[in-house]
């Protein structure tokens, strides 16, 4: 039980930045930032780098939402919610835990959207055969995988966890997919 409070840490980040997402998206807010691709159009072999479906809406959103939350997170930690801690950092430095967590998501996310436009794979999509099942697989453990990266310096959590956040992205991502279609936010959950 220790182990699921401790995640924590990792979890209500990418939840509330999710939920913020969903409502930015569903309402249109910030429609500046919507049209506004991070690759800004650029092209690779004719091909874009990692289309409009990557916006600097996604990334303040996302990196925005899970700084603050790392920082209540802590606050609440520190006065009236005693979770067990995973990583001393976020509890002393929640502002820059928050901001690899959400770079981490959004950097994370942009080389499989670079390898998918590259060989022909469009927005959203996967593929077919045996390479939309890889795409698949890496599309739900593709943010998690930066997360770690970036949290490297600062924590480097044992093997196991890893496994298991694995699991729980490999359920958790899909689920999350389906609750954007549920509200007619994306075409398909794969």
Known sequence: MTLVLQLLWLAIPV???GLVHLAVLKLDLLPGLRALPIDGKAMFRGRRVFGDNKTWRGAVVTITTMTATAWAL?????????L???????????????????TGYIAGELPNSFCKRQIGIGPGASGQGLVGRVFWVVDQLDSLAGMLLLAWPVWQPPLALVALLVGVMLVAH???AWIMVLFGLKDRVG
Do not use: D, H, R
């Open 84 to 102: 067990p801690t995973l990583v001393p950092f976020a509890e002393t430095n929640p502002i820059a835990w928050g901001l690899l967590l959400g």
């Open 15 to 17: 939840i509330v930045s």
């Open 74 to 82: 802590a606050k609440l930690a520190a006065c009236c919610w005693q």
């Open 174 to 176: 899909p689920l999350g």
